[in-house]
Nanobody, 126 residues
Framework: QVPLVESGGGLVQAGDSLRLSCAASGRPSSRYSLGWFRQAPGKEREFVAAISWAGARTSYADSVKGRFTISRDHAKNTVYLQMNSLNAEDTASYYC???????????????????WGKGALVTVSS
């Protein structure tokens, strides 16, 4: 029910930064949490970061803490993922995701996601 469109992927070198955007069609509900997952070739889709739409509570995977920052812009109906100090292990397709429910700290499961974006490819050369 909630179309999500990712943008900002591309090819970068190790150590570079990249900012992904996820634009939602219409204003997200204050009940929603938005987040990012990623899936590298041959691997399972894994949680990256999440943010509550109303209160800006955040959660991060251990692998990206201190390097990635998730944020949202209410006026633009958009969630961002600022990725710094990228390395080859960050190479993956990044998917925007929505969970319709109250905020919960910790890692999200892919099976709990209600809506998915189509993905944005991030390639980091080493």
């Amino acid at each position: 029910q909630v179309p999500l469109v990712e943008s900002g992927g591309g090819l970068v070198q190790a150590g570079d930064s990249l900012r992904l955007s996820c634009a939602a069609s219409g204003r997200p509900s204050s009940r929603y949490s938005l987040g990012w997952f990623r899936q590298a070739p041959g691997k399972e889709r894994e949680f990256v970061a999440a943010i509550s739409w109303a209160g800006a509570r955040t959660s991060y995977a251990d692998s990206v803490k201190g390097r990635f920052t998730i944020s949202r812009d209410h006026a633009k109906n958009t969630v961002y993922l600022q990725m710094n100090s990228l390395n080859a292990e960050d190479t993956a397709s990044y998917y925007c995701a929505v969970v319709n429910g109250p905020w919960r700290d910790g890692t999200w499961s892919v099976y709990g996601v209600d809506y998915w974006g189509k993905g944005a490819l991030v390639t980091v050369s080493s």
